[in-house]
């Protein structure tokens, strides 16, 4: 392991924009990421907005990409219930939420081992 590399205690990660990965219970892809400027739901999100008018109000934005899948209460700084029935999910389709510059995983050990990192290596991303 080189000196440089084993020093390294945690690492930065950037997004791309809003974007959706779908995994399946093992945790792998089912299609291509569909992105944020992709525009095949503006039709359902003119109804979401029908059915739940202060969608908005709830929705609003930031708190890193999860505001992008208007499932967030941002005031809440959670996923919002009546948003996800919105669309037929509940909690157990989400993943936790982390601020953005929080520190929300650590990179495994064999990953770590073959970029030549120390063990225990946090991982944060940027807003």
Do not use: F, K, Y
């Amino acid at each position: 392991m080189s000196r440089p590399l084993a020093a390294v205690r945690a690492v930065g990660l950037s997004g791309q924009m809003h974007g959706a990965v779908l995994l399946d219970a093992r945790q792998q892809v089912l299609r291509p990421a569909i992105l944020w400027n992709d525009t095949r739901a503006a039709a359902q999100c003119v109804q979401m907005t029908e059915r739940m008018p202060s969608l908005p109000q709830v929705a609003g934005s930031e708190m890193s990409d999860a505001a992008g899948t208007l499932w967030l209460d941002v005031a809440r700084r959670d996923w919002s219930d009546d948003l996800l029935a919105l669309t037929g999910l509940t909690w157990s389709h989400m993943l936790a939420l982390v601020e953005g510059s929080a520190v929300s995983a650590t990179l495994s050990a064999d990953v770590a081992q073959a970029w030549g990192l120390g063990a225990r290596v946090s991982i944060a991303r940027r807003r």
